[in-house]
Nanobody, 126 residues
């Protein structure tokens, strides 16, 4: 079993930056892709981006492309979501998710993932 913990959320003004972290513990020996999603109350969870197990391949939602960057440090079992030029519409709870796979693909739906973190709140004020 794997356990995911996100951190780094908070309150930031529009135009600012935040970096979220997601640390995986437990069953991390297998290669895995990591995804980031976000959710606001009353709406479905939204795909933000994915990074492949090697870190060489990333995919992003159009809404964040050019502003958000996903990276990973496999030695630390940690994935990062660097968010720049934040907008009020980026306000949401952000979740990281893990999928055991060596295949590089967007993996855009929740059902494709094997484990989820508890989420971290990001609030962008205007």
């Amino acid at each position: 079993q794997v356990h995911l913990v996100e951190s780094g959320g908070g309150l930031v003004q529009a135009g600012g930056s935040l970096r979220l972290s997601c640390v995986a513990s437990g069953r991390t020996a297998n290669n895995y892709a990591m995804g980031w999603f976000r959710q606001v109350p009353g709406k479905e969870r939204e795909f933000v981006g994915t990074i492949g197990w090697s870190g060489r391949t990333t995919y992003y939602a159009d809404s964040v492309k050019g502003r958000f960057t996903i990276s990973r440090d496999n030695a630390k079992n940690t994935v990062y979501l660097q968010m720049n030029s934040l907008k009020p519409e980026d306000t949401a709870v952000y979740y990281c998710a893990l999928k055991y796979t060596v295949i590089s693909a967007p993996w855009k739906t929740e059902e494709q993932y094997d484990a989820w973190g508890q989420g971290t709140q990001v609030t962008v004020s205007s």
